[in-house]
């Protein structure tokens, strides 16, 4: 199934995960504190609304301050965007505007990636090695939702932590080689 077909078909809880995978996969933009959506992922295990949690993140994650370049924007993007009220109704198109920026994210910083891969139904074919990868977590994260319920959320949030640390790795080389790049510069 694709996952433009798994996202249509997923209930509120795997789209409110699906959303916040592909957020929290991108918070080495942000910063490095690797916990401060961990309180969201708790009420979608518990069941209790999100709204104060998801205030306190974008407090401490500086939500709606300029970003330094278009891939941090975009993820900025995805935490002012995120619905208040959990209804599927409310996550269905932020689910959807995240799997879109986060797969940009990672084309952004992928230097192996194409101009024009964003998202494709067909699977990973042409994607760049970062980007299929993306691709095969997001669609991870909604199926185990949808095969497991609530019991997938601790399987999903592995997969998401395992994402996250890959891209951070990319943005510490990416800012290794834009500091070499500026000595090298100056000499």
Not at 8 to 21: C, F, K, P
Not at 96 to 102: E, G, I, L, N, T
């Amino acid at each position: 199934m694709s996952l433009v077909e798994l996202i249509a078909r997923a209930d509120e809880r795997a789209l409110a995960a699906g959303g916040l995978a592909c957020l929290d996969r991108c918070l080495p933009l942000l910063g490095d504190d690797d916990e401060v959506l961990r309180p969201l992922w708790a009420s979608l295990a518990d069941g209790s609304g999100w709204a104060g949690d998801l205030a306190r993140a974008r407090d401490l994650l500086g939500a709606g301050r300029p970003a330094g370049d278009e891939a941090a924007l975009l993820v900025h993007r995805m935490l002012e965007s995120a619905p208040a009220e959990r209804t599927a109704g409310a996550l269905r198109p932020w689910a959807d505007a995240c799997s879109v920026a986060s797969l940009r994210v990672h084309r952004l910083l992928d230097p192996a990636a194409g101009d024009d891969v964003l998202r494709a139904d067909a699977g990973d074919a042409g994607a760049s090695p970062l980007v299929a990868a993306e691709l095969r977590r997001q669609a991870m994260v909604l199926e185990l939702l949808a095969d497991h319920g609530a019991q997938g959320l601790r399987r999903a949030l592995e997969v998401t932590v395992e994402g996250r640390r890959v891209l951070r790795a990319v943005v510490s080389r990416r800012a290794r080689n834009t500091v070499e790049a500026g000595a090298r510069a100056a000499l």
